[in-house]
């Protein structure tokens, strides 16, 4: 029931739980595909290091920039969840508790994507 | 002033799917929702149709979505929302008519809870149950649920999982486990424990958002959880 | 569709509620209500439910039976209103064992509050009588009988709304006819014994605290079969609605120290009640304010008059009154904490209707002849208890109390007698109404009658009331029902026609009008809530006695009932 | 209209989901160190150019890191699928495929979880 999201215009609380859901679905994915590659670790230097062409490719570093913010979101917003189910005053600070996930967010994610741009830049 | 409304309509005589109907009403800014919807069903449009009944937000009938989100319209200013008005019916429910839902399953989950005061121990003849200032100050938010269903309907979860048993009827079982003349909260805390329990609550916080009450409905499913948790 | 119950119950309000928990695990019972019983009006109550328990100051059941006399301006029925009285305090108490969260003292104990008219030794001072949950005490009666309800299995028929009563030639009630909302189909409920509990008719005024469901159906109803309507004069006026709104401020912000100003800041009870101030009954107070009015004295000489919280603490108000506070930041915009609160009494409470006797069994004449199988509990039901004038909390009494009474002698009834026969076609009346209206060309509009009668209604059967005024008023009736009857249903499909719902009850508001109008021209006197203007003083040698009206094919002929008087001779009635 | 049944049945008495629920905060604590830890190795202090089969054999020379990317595998694992059977109960309905997307989750919980153990275990430059 897709549809149903679109009816209702999202609080906060909604988007932040859409996000954490969809982050956590996300890197779930990646997981799978990271762990395919090192297992092919283990059948020696050639076939990893063919394979890395792919870890180079422009497309897959954007990918993975995204899977980064993904992370940080999903980390940073879990801890807010936390905070909310342990801290029994959590409740009445849900919203500010999301403004300061997002700025630790944001004060994280801005120079690792700064730097891998660059290194990407770099190479070429 | 000059309000644009589009009420989403549905009648299961003639419409295989729901529509929008426009009217335009001249209201005052101050006048509620709901008396803009009973001047377009008294002048405009007769075959209009929603629940009312106390018309200053007691009853709980008129929950539905104003605005794309759960409100009552008895509760909500024109004033607040501008020239254009959209209203739907509550998500997550069967629509009967219009704006009206089926709400069985809402009740029937609110049963699921046993709520209502369970305690054997015969009370004395001719006096109260004792209870303290204090001890009563711990169930308080949560005695001033109308079952309106505004929270339950604005809970994602409960759009896609039916098994959920909903805000509301977390917030009607809270009343009760904390009531100390209460022996029930076992029994209750045991179908709370399960998987249509409180653990489905992703602490979405739209049930405390919607809420016209003003209840702190995820603050009392979070107690629940910690009572799970540590026992007490 | 037919079903056979043992009793039915109309109306899941407090006293339909209340009745249906008496049947705990016994006997065969359904209650049908037109709306889901957590949307009845009882829920909007506020202010608190009296009973003398003596938690916090002296009190006696006899000091709140001579209140509840000398409130109801000698008029009511003193048998009652001492049962009233004395059972209040074993009702209060049953309510708590079935888990209301009333408020507490200190010592854990039920928590008192001053009301209006409630005073200790009679008369002396204000006395704490009154028993609250918050400014919710309705809420949590309802909420708290329905639970009951769930605890025991009540067969629950929602949104299912009384159409007709039926009746066997010999006068027994066997039953109703009943309009499922949802699927618009009509079910025959046969039964050993109804109650009729669907609550008041306030929404024949215009400006009322009432629910928009509050259309006097029952009475209606049964004033159509030719049964009578007692006292149908007496409407409360409620000093304290929301200026134009009419929705209630309760008694309790008075009770807490709120003080009612006119435009000049003065407070005016001083002049009319020296003594009780602004906790005097409601139907003087609703009178003083439009006599401020009258003498100018409106805010800015308009019409209405400011009730001033400010001087209280803010705990007390955001505490004791919260849901007060609310209605007044929502609809007005105001901060009671700060600001002065425009007031203007609001139609309130229908004193008279349905005669019953002390175990709510209806009465049809003076001896007090009763029809068997059929009973009637709550504001719809006249016992007298509150005679000319309600005092604030007595309403919730009366609810559980007669509730109880009603519930326990239907479950003896019930016992003893067996189904009477039912008619071959018991539905025929009902889907006569029905089909005439759905069928009706629609060439007038309900909404414009409606507005109409709540408009005369308001104007000439108000406060204040005069000949003239009523008998424009009768003529304005005969002249609504006529357009009535050409009014048509404009919805016309069968799923939930929440249309043909209004237009129904707009015929009973036409009919139990007619019963008010009749009453207040026939009553030559003023006395409690009703004020002729004509007749300013109470006449206790010809008028001390209950008005019954019927309806009969030549018009409504008013007879009259003895008021029962045992313990308190009328008085006057100064605070 | 009618209405006086109970609503669903009564649950057999089972903690499965507190745990389940308990289990997301501890992992979760414990991802921010190691996955946090893992992406700052991995792209800002050393860059996705610099890793290859070489920095893999040097890293996992060290027990402790051996020991951290195992620990880190087996919570996200756990972490990120338990996240799936949530999300199974939200969107499937029918009893029949949710069976299908339980035993999906479970199948992958082995073979990823085997696979990635197998690699980190095994591995011998
Ligand atoms: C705003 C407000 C505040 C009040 N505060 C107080 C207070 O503080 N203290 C006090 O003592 N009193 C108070 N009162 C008065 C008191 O609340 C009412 O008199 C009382 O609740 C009436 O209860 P009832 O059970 O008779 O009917 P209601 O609670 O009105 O219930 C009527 C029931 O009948 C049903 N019904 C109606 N018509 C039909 C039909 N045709 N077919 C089927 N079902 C039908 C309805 O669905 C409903 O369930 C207050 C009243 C108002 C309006
Ligand atoms: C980095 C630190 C992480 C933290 C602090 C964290 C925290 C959390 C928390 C607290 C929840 C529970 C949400 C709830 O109950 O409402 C959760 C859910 C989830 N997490 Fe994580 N997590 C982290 C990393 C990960 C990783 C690496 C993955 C993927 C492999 C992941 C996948 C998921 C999924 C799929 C869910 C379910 C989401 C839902 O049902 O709403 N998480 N996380
Ligand atoms: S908790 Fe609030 S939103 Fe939910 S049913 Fe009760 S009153 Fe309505
Ligand atoms: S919106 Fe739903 S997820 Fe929990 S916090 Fe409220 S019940
Ligand atoms: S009509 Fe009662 S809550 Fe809106």
Same mark, same amino acid.
């Given at each position: 029931? %897709?549809?149903?999201?679109?009816?209702?215009?999202?609080?906060?609380?909604?988007?932040?739980w859409?996000?954490?859901?969809?982050t956590?679905?996300g890197?779930?994915?990646?997981?799978?595909?990271?762990?395919? /590659?090192?297992?092919?670790?283990?059948?020696?230097?050639?076939?990893? /290091? /063919?394979?890395?062409?792919?870890y180079?490719?422009?497309?897959?570093?954007?990918?993975?920039?995204?899977?980064?913010?993904?992370v940080?979101?999903?980390?940073?917003?879990?801890?807010?969840?936390?905070? %909310? /189910?342990?801290?029994?005053?959590?409740?009445k600070?849900?919203?500010?508790l999301?403004?300061?996930?997002?700025?630790?967010?944001?004060?994280?994610?801005?120079?690792?994507?700064?730097?891998m741009i660059m290194?990407?830049?770099?190479?070429? | 002033?000059q309000?644009?409304?589009? &009420?989403?309509?549905?009648?299961?005589?003639?419409?295989?799917?729901?529509?929008?109907?426009?009217?335009?009403?001249?209201?005052?800014?101050?006048?509620?929702?709901?008396?803009?919807l009973?001047? &377009?069903?008294?002048?405009?449009?007769?075959?209009?149709?929603?629940?009312? #009944? *106390?018309?200053?937000?007691?009853?709980?009938?008129?929950?539905?979505?104003?605005?794309?989100?759960?409100?009552?319209? *008895?509760?909500?200013?024109?004033?607040?929302?501008?020239?254009?008005?959209?209203?739907?019916?509550?998500?997550?429910f069967?629509?009967?008519?219009?704006?009206?839902?089926?709400?069985?399953?809402?009740?029937? #989950?609110y049963r699921?809870?046993?709520?209502?005061?369970?305690?054997?121990?015969?009370?004395?003849?001719?006096?109260?149950?004792l209870?303290?200032p204090?001890?009563?100050?711990?169930?308080?938010?949560?005695?001033? *649920?109308?079952?309106?269903?505004?929270?339950?309907?604005?809970?994602?979860?409960?759009?896609?999982?039916?098994?959920?048993?909903?805000?509301?009827?977390?917030?009607?079982?809270?009343r009760?486990?904390?009531? #100390?003349?209460?022996?029930?909260?076992?029994?209750?805390?045991?179908?709370?424990? #399960?998987?249509?329990?409180?653990?489905?609550?992703?602490?979405?916080?739209?049930?405390?958002?919607?809420?016209p009450?003003? &209840?702190?409905?995820?603050?009392?499913?979070?107690?629940?959880?910690r009572?799970?948790?540590?026992?007490? | 569709?037919?079903?056979?119950?043992?009793?039915?119950?109309?109306?899941?309000?407090?006293?339909?509620?209340?009745?249906?928990?008496?049947?705990?695990?016994?006997?065969?019972?359904?209650?049908?209500?037109?709306?889901?019983?957590?949307?009845?009006?009882?829920?909007?109550?506020?202010?608190g439910?009296?009973?003398?328990?003596?938690?916090?100051?002296?009190?006696?059941?006899?000091?709140?039976?001579?209140?509840?006399?000398?409130?109801g301006?000698?008029?009511?029925?003193?048998?009652?209103?001492?049962?009233?009285?004395?059972?209040?305090?074993?009702?209060?108490?049953?309510?708590?064992?079935?888990?209301?969260? !009333?408020?507490?003292?200190?010592?854990? +104990?039920?928590?008192?509050?001053?009301?209006?008219?409630?005073?200790?030794?009679?008369?002396?001072?204000?006395?704490?009588?009154?028993?609250?949950?918050?400014?919710?005490?309705g809420?949590?009666?309802?909420?708290?009988?329905?639970?009951?309800?769930?605890?025991?299995?009540?067969?629950?028929?929602?949104?299912?709304?009384?159409?007709?009563?039926?009746?066997?030639?010999d006068?027994?009630?066997?039953g109703?006819?009943?309009l499922?909302?949802?699927?618009?189909?009509?079910?025959?409920?046969?039964?050993?014994?109804?109650?009729?509990?669907?609550g008041?008719?306030?929404?024949?005024f +215009?400006?009322?605290?009432?629910?928009?469901?509050?259309?006097?159906?029952?009475?209606?109803i049964?004033?159509?079969?030719?049964?009578?309507?007692?006292?149908m004069?007496?409407?409360?006026?409620?000093?304290?609605?929301?200026?134009?709104?009419?929705?209630?401020?309760?008694?309790?912000?008075?009770?807490?120290?709120?003080?009612?100003?006119n435009?000049?800041?003065?407070?005016?009870?001083?002049?009319?009640?020296?003594n009780l101030?602004?906790?005097?009954?409601?139907?003087?107070?609703?009178?003083?304010?439009?006599?401020?009015?009258?003498?100018?004295?409106?805010?800015?000489?308009?019409?209405?008059?400011?009730?001033?919280?400010?001087?209280l603490?803010?705990?007390?108000?955001?505490?004791?009154?919260?849901?007060?506070?609310?209605?007044?930041?929502?609809?007005m915009g105001?901060?009671?904490?700060t600001?002065?609160?425009?007031?203007?009494?609001?139609?309130?409470?229908?004193?008279?209707?349905?005669?019953?006797?002390?175990e709510?069994?209806?009465?049809?004449?003076?001896?007090?002849?009763v029809?068997p199988?059929?009973?009637?509990?709550?504001?719809?039901?006249?016992v007298?208890?509150?005679?000319?004038?309600?005092?604030g909390?007595?309403s919730?009494?009366?609810?559980?109390? !007669?509730?109880?009474?009603?519930?326990?002698?239907?479950?003896?009834?019930?016992?003893?007698?067996?189904?009477?026969?039912?008619?071959?076609?018991?539905?025929?009346?009902?889907r006569?109404?029905?089909?005439?209206?759905?069928?009706?060309?629609?060439?007038?509009?309900?909404?414009?009658?409606?507005?109409e009668?709540?408009?005369?209604?308001?104007?000439?059967?108000?406060?204040?009331?005069?000949?003239?005024?009523l008998?424009?008023?009768?003529?304005?009736?005969?002249?609504?029902?006529?357009?009535?009857?050409?009014?048509?249903?404009?919805?016309?499909?069968?799923?939930?026609?929440?249309?043909?719902?209004?237009i129904?009850?707009l015929?009973?508001l036409?009919?139990?009008?007619?019963?008010v109008?009749?009453?207040?021209?026939?009553?030559e006197?003023?006395?409690?809530?009703? !004020?002729?203007e004509? !007749?300013?003083?109470?006449?206790?040698?010809?008028?001390?006695?209950?008005?019954?009206a019927?309806?009969?094919?030549?018009?409504?002929?008013?007879?009259?009932?003895?008021?029962?008087?045992?313990?308190?001779?009328?008085k006057?009635?100064?605070? | 209209m009618?209405?006086?049944?109970?609503?669903?049945?009564?649950?057999?008495?089972s903690?499965?989901?507190?745990?389940?629920?308990?289990f997301?905060?501890?992992?979760?604590?414990?991802?921010?160190?190691l996955?946090?830890i893992?992406?700052?190795i991995?792209?800002?202090?050393?860059?996705?150019?610099?890793?290859?089969?070489?920095?893999?054999?040097?890293?996992?020379?060290?027990?402790?890191?051996?020991?951290?990317?195992?620990?880190l595998?087996?919570?996200?694992?756990?972490?990120?699928?338990?996240?799936?059977?949530?999300?199974?109960d939200?969107?499937?309905?029918? $009893?029949?495929?949710?069976?299908?997307?339980?035993? $999906?989750?479970l199948? $992958?919980?082995?073979?990823?979880?085997v696979?990635?153990?197998?690699?980190?275990?095994?591995?011998?430059?």
């Amino acid at each position: 029931m %897709v549809s149903s999201y679109r009816g209702y215009r999202a609080p906060q609380g909604m988007l932040s739980w859409a996000l954490h859901r969809l982050t956590g679905l996300g890197v779930l994915l990646f997981l799978f595909l990271h762990i395919i /590659d090192i297992f092919l670790v283990g059948y020696g230097p050639e076939l990893f /290091d /063919d394979l890395l062409f792919i870890y180079h490719h422009p497309a897959f570093v954007v990918g993975q920039i995204a899977l980064i913010a993904s992370v940080y979101y999903h980390a940073a917003n879990g801890i807010r969840i936390i905070l %909310v /189910d342990f801290w029994s005053n959590g409740y009445k600070y849900e919203r500010q508790l999301f403004y300061g996930a997002m700025t630790v967010f944001f004060i994280a994610f801005i120079p690792t994507a700064t730097i891998m741009i660059m290194a990407l830049l770099d190479e070429l | 002033m000059q309000v644009q409304f589009r &009420i989403e309509r549905f009648n299961p005589d003639q419409d295989t799917k729901p529509w929008f109907g426009e009217y335009t009403v001249d209201v005052e800014p101050t006048d509620r929702v709901l008396d803009a919807l009973n001047l &377009i069903k008294w002048r405009q449009d007769g075959t209009l149709t929603f629940r009312r #009944s *106390c018309a200053h937000g007691v009853c709980g009938s008129d929950a539905m979505r104003i605005n794309g989100r759960n409100r009552l319209a *008895c509760k909500e200013l024109v004033r607040d929302y501008g020239s254009k008005i959209t209203i739907e019916p509550m998500l997550g429910f069967r629509v009967i008519k219009d704006l009206v839902v089926d709400m069985e399953d809402f009740f029937a #989950s609110y049963r699921t809870l046993q709520p209502y005061l369970v305690n054997d121990e015969p009370p004395g003849v001719g006096r109260e149950r004792l209870q303290t200032p204090e001890e009563r100050e711990i169930f308080d938010d949560t005695t001033k *649920c109308i079952m309106c269903g505004a929270c339950t309907t604005a809970c994602p979860i409960t759009w896609t999982n039916e098994d959920f048993l909903g805000p509301a009827a977390i917030v009607n079982a809270h009343r009760f486990i904390y009531d #100390s003349r209460d022996h029930g909260a076992n029994e209750r805390l045991d179908v709370l424990n #399960s998987k249509s329990g409180v653990w489905r609550c992703r602490t979405i916080f739209n049930c405390t958002e919607a809420c016209p009450r003003g &209840i702190e409905v995820t603050r009392a499913i979070e107690q629940i959880k910690r009572t799970l948790l540590t026992g007490e | 569709m037919y079903h056979r119950f043992d009793a039915i119950i109309v109306g899941a309000g407090g006293a339909g509620l209340m009745a249906a928990a008496q049947f705990a695990s016994e006997g065969d019972v359904a209650v049908v209500s037109k709306l889901y019983p957590t949307r009845s009006h009882t829920g909007a109550a506020q202010g608190g439910i009296s009973a003398a328990l003596g938690n916090l100051e002296e009190d006696h059941w006899i000091w709140h039976m001579f209140d509840t006399v000398k409130g109801g301006d000698y008029l009511v029925d003193q048998d009652a209103a001492e049962v009233l009285s004395r059972e209040a305090i074993d009702a209060v108490y049953e309510l708590e064992h079935m888990g209301l969260p !009333f408020n507490r003292t200190p010592d854990g +104990k039920i928590d008192q509050r001053r009301f209006g008219g409630h005073t200790r030794n009679y008369g002396e001072s204000a006395v704490r009588r009154a028993c609250y949950a918050a400014d919710r005490t309705g809420h949590m009666i309802l909420q708290t009988l329905y639970q009951q309800g769930i605890k025991n299995q009540v067969r629950y028929f929602n949104e299912v709304m009384m159409v007709d009563l039926l009746m066997t030639e010999d006068g027994v009630c066997n039953g109703i006819v009943g309009l499922d909302i949802q699927s618009g189909e009509i079910h025959i409920f046969h039964a050993k014994a109804v109650l009729l509990a669907t609550g008041g008719f306030g929404r024949v005024f +215009k400006v009322t605290s009432n629910a928009l469901a509050l259309t006097g159906d029952a009475c209606a109803i049964l004033f159509r079969r030719g049964l009578p309507l007692e006292d149908m004069e007496f409407f409360q006026f409620h000093p304290t609605g929301i200026n134009k709104l009419g929705i209630l401020l309760s008694e309790a912000c008075r009770g807490e120290g709120g003080i009612l100003r006119n435009g000049k800041g003065e407070r005016f009870m001083e002049r009319y009640a020296p003594n009780l101030l602004d906790l005097a009954p409601r139907d003087m107070i609703s009178r003083s304010i439009h006599q401020e009015i009258r003498a100018g004295n409106g805010v800015d000489g308009q019409d209405y008059l400011h009730l001033d919280l400010t001087h209280l603490p803010e705990e007390v108000i955001e505490e004791k009154l919260p849901d007060i506070t609310d209605f007044v930041r929502t609809y007005m915009g105001l901060n009671p904490v700060t600001d002065l609160v425009p007031i203007q009494p609001t139609a309130h409470y229908a004193m008279g209707g349905i005669p019953t006797d002390v175990e709510g069994r209806v009465t049809i004449d003076q001896d007090n002849t009763v029809v068997p199988g059929l009973y009637a509990a709550g504001e719809v039901a006249c016992v007298s208890v509150h005679g000319a004038n309600r005092l604030g909390t007595n309403s919730l009494v009366d609810l559980v109390v !007669f509730g109880r009474r009603a519930g326990k002698h239907m479950l003896d009834f019930m016992k003893q007698n067996d189904h009477q026969p039912l008619d071959p076609e018991p539905d025929y009346r009902a889907r006569a109404e029905i089909d005439t209206l759905m069928t009706n060309e629609t060439e007038e509009n309900g909404a414009d009658i409606r507005d109409e009668l709540q408009e005369h209604m308001m104007d000439d059967a108000g406060v204040f009331r005069t000949a003239e005024g009523l008998q424009r008023l009768q003529s304005k009736l005969g002249e609504l029902k006529d357009r009535y009857s050409r009014v048509g249903v404009r919805d016309k499909g069968k799923t939930f026609n929440m249309d043909l719902m209004e237009i129904l009850e707009l015929g009973y508001l036409i009919d139990v009008s007619e019963a008010v109008v009749a009453g207040a021209l026939a009553r030559e006197e003023s006395r409690g809530g009703h !004020f002729r203007e004509d !007749f300013p003083d109470r006449d206790d040698v010809n008028w001390l006695r209950h008005t019954l009206a019927y309806k009969t094919s030549g018009g409504i002929e008013m007879g009259s009932k003895p008021v029962v008087i045992t313990r308190f001779e009328p008085k006057e009635r100064t605070y | 209209m009618s209405s006086n049944r109970v609503g669903r049945e009564k649950p057999i008495g089972s903690n499965f989901e507190l745990y389940s629920w308990y289990f997301f905060r501890i992992s979760g604590v414990l991802l921010v160190f190691l996955a946090v830890i893992h992406v700052l190795i991995m792209h800002v202090f050393n860059t996705a150019f610099d890793i290859d089969y070489d920095f893999v054999a040097a890293r996992w020379e060290s027990p402790f890191w051996r020991m951290f990317d195992w620990l880190l595998l087996i919570m996200a694992l756990t972490h990120g699928l338990n996240g799936a059977r949530i999300a199974v109960d939200d969107y499937v309905k029918s $009893a029949g495929w949710r069976v299908v997307g339980y035993s $999906a989750i479970l199948i $992958a919980l082995l073979v990823f979880g085997v696979m990635g153990t197998l690699a980190i275990v095994t591995f011998e430059p």
